[in-house]
Structures are given as structure tokens and as C-alpha cells.
């Protein structure tokens, strides 16, 4: 509850509660893996098909990637490009590499190579990994 009948008396009575250790991958997926059919994502693919994943099923994924970026040597503060369109295993990236305390660099598949070449070079980043198509 903020506290105060002002603007400046609420920003000033304003304290962030930071905890001592957080995490974004877990917090926005393993912390709804506890109900095992929660729906976490709906896909059309391009065929129209619908494809559904439950955040059991995104944690599950997310943590095979996690384990195996991490054998390739990606550590805490790491930065990872991901060049993939929008879909789920986009998602799926992003939530590895939070969930090793690494740096997403997002390259969008509408750069051009220069930008996308820009970006690398700029993040100084510790690996880029395209994920293929239809693979999790």
C-alpha cells in the first residue's frame, strides 16, 4: 500500500522490497509448473495448426536448453543471441538464458545482416545459437 495523500509524499514513503536472490525464468515459468495441465501459450503455426504448452511443458523445454548452454560453457552474465521469428521456441530461449542469469540478445529475423552483425559484435556476446524450425 503506498502511503501518503501527495504525489511527492508517496515518492518520497516509496521503498522498492528487493529480494536477495531472483530469478525472471523462474519467476515468470517454473513458479506455475506446479499444476501440471496450467496453459501457459497458445500457437497458430503458419499451417493454422494450434499447438498448446503448458508452463510445465515451457519449464521443462527451457531447462533442457539451460543445461545444454550451460555444457557449452554459458555462464551468469553471459550474453546469448537468439535470432528466431516469433515463436514458441523463442520464448523458450529467452527463458534459458534468464534462467542461467545470462543476457538475452534479441536479433530480430527482420535485421539485415549488417544489424544483425552490429548487434554480436556490440554484446560482446558468449554464443549465438539459431534454433531450428519444429525442434524444441
Not at 530461449?93 to 542469469?101: E, F, M, P, R
Not at 540478445?105 to 545482416?113: E, N
Amino acid at each position: 500500500m503506498l502511503s501518503g495523500s501527495t504525489y511527492d509524499e508517496v515518492c518520497r514513503n516509496f521503498r522498492w522490497e528487493i529480494p536477495a536472490y531472483y530469478n525472471i525464468g523462474v519467476d515468470v515459468c517454473d513458479k506455475w509448473a506446479g499444476e501440471r495441465q496450467r496453459l501457459a501459450l497458445i500457437y497458430i503455426d503458419p499451417r493454422g495448426e494450434e499447438q498448446k504448452y503448458t508452463f510445465r511443458s515451457l519449464r521443462d523445454f527451457s531447462n533442457q536448453l539451460a543445461n545444454t548452454l550451460k555444457a557449452h560453457g554459458i555462464e551468469r552474465t553471459d550474453r546469448v543471441g537468439v535470432l528466431l521469428s516469433q515463436r514458441p521456441e523463442t520464448l523458450i530461449s529467452h527463458i534459458a538464458v534468464y534462467k542461467l542469469g545470462a543476457v538475452a540478445v534479441q536479433l530480430l529475423t527482420l535485421f539485415g545482416p549488417e544489424a544483425i552483425e552490429h548487434r554480436l559484435a556490440d554484446s560482446r556476446r558468449a554464443a549465438a545459437y539459431p534454433v531450428r524450425s519444429g525442434g524444441h
